[in-house]
């Protein structure tokens, strides 16, 4: 058997075969063995998944450990990249250590993750002003178009506005569902067939990207 | 200087307006309605009024609901909090049984964080709620769960085997459960994909406020009874409950905020256009 049937077919030939499997079983009543193997299946993907987690802390570690080790490199980076690992270590021996619903792992959440995390969304709202006030500006058509678009949905959205001028809202929910479902509905359906489309590909063995990077 | 050139050199001062004032007064604007609120009024749209309205004449005692959440903690005092919030308290207050799993990481800290935060009444944990903790791989676990709950789940969240938890017994796969609502902001057809359309069980969404217009086709064909999006959702829904709340209080400095980013466009441009037409006339 040649190395390209062994790198590129069988896989694609599993892939293929598993794609046929799971999506019968998702439309036909298919026999308890059948239904298990899924399942079986199914399981695989949750653990796999999880096992993603390891693989981006290994990766944070493979970028920022050399960073650290840097000799010349600026002070500031590597002193944010060495805090960095610092934390990542700390939270994760509180987590294996205490375990999750722990005390001590709760206030690592709830006192610093939680307000970061929070902190860095909150910040979010000072760069929109800053957009609007710099950028929001109808200098052509396609531009006042959008800013006409991005008031309607500001207003629309701001609950003073609507329980003070309800025909505003009505306004704001006629666009939201007439032309905004319209488009919405066109876009589903159109990935919808893309994606019926990509999977009777990869059946038909004519969609290689996936597992070989050819066309 | 002629009164022409002071009129440009306004404008042009307008345009390069330092941003920091707007970031303070916008800062500012947020801030005091939350310490002095002003009790600005709000008014409830369908999909939240038609979502609480299937919780009050569909949900009753003993019925169970799954609550899969896919959040983050980023978005969650404004965006998840207080719709989560409203509706689980709703819920324990129908006396459904609640069964709370999710595929995001920190979502069994953040659904800590709602138990501690309603009246569960005389709930018990284990018998009338329990936590189920985080499942990896997204829709496909969502998908598992559906199938066969205990090929997926094994403990509890706090380690307890589910065999131990009375509330564990009753379900085996989707079909026991009356409602299932998703608390995302990003996956919409999931719950669509996965329980509505082959098992036919109600669904419904809290969502963050970008997830509106994605959800409203599904709305509009009535493949979901409703949805609660972001803090407005939470508001509106503690406004159907009767039972002000953090959505509430937080819902002036929201319409203070909304308002300055409206104030800032129609600003800007005025000053835009002001400054363009000047410029052309040189």
Redesign the interface.
Known sequence: MSSYTLRNQIPLAIASLILVIVFAEYFLAMPKAVSDFISGLQKWTVILSAFAMVLSLLSVTRIHVPRVMKTGANMSDRALSAWLLVIMVITILVGIGFDTPSAQYQFIFRNLFSPLSSGVWAIMAFYYCGAILRSFRARSLEATVLVVAGFLVVTRNTPVISAIIPWWESLGTWIMNVPGVSGMRGLVIGVGVGVVAMGIRMLLQMERRPITGEA | MTEKSEKQDLTTRLER?D?RY??LF??AL?IIPIVVPFG????V??PTRDFYDYVEKNVGKGDRVLIWGTM??????TEYRPSIVAVSQHLFNRGAKLYYISDG??D??LV??VFGMIDKGPAKYGVDYVSLGY????E??L??FA??VY??VKTD???TPVDQLPMMKEVKTAKDFKFVMHVTGSPA?WLLRQYKT?YGIDCGWVGS?GM???Y??YY?SRQVVGFVCGL?GG?EYETLMKRPGIGLAS?DA??A??????L???F??IV??IGRKERKKQ
């Open positions: 307006l941003a707007v970031y916008f800062a947020l600005l009024p709000i008014l749209t369908s983050t903690t980023g978005w969650w005092p990481a920190e069994p800290l800590d964080t499942y990896a791989g997204g496909v676990a998908s598992a199938k066969d090929s997926l969240y706090y380690g057809e082959p406020s509106v217009g994605i409203m086709p509009a407005r508001a819902t929201m319409s905020g909304h308002l300055y980013f409206a800032i466009m129609i800007a441009n835009y256009y």
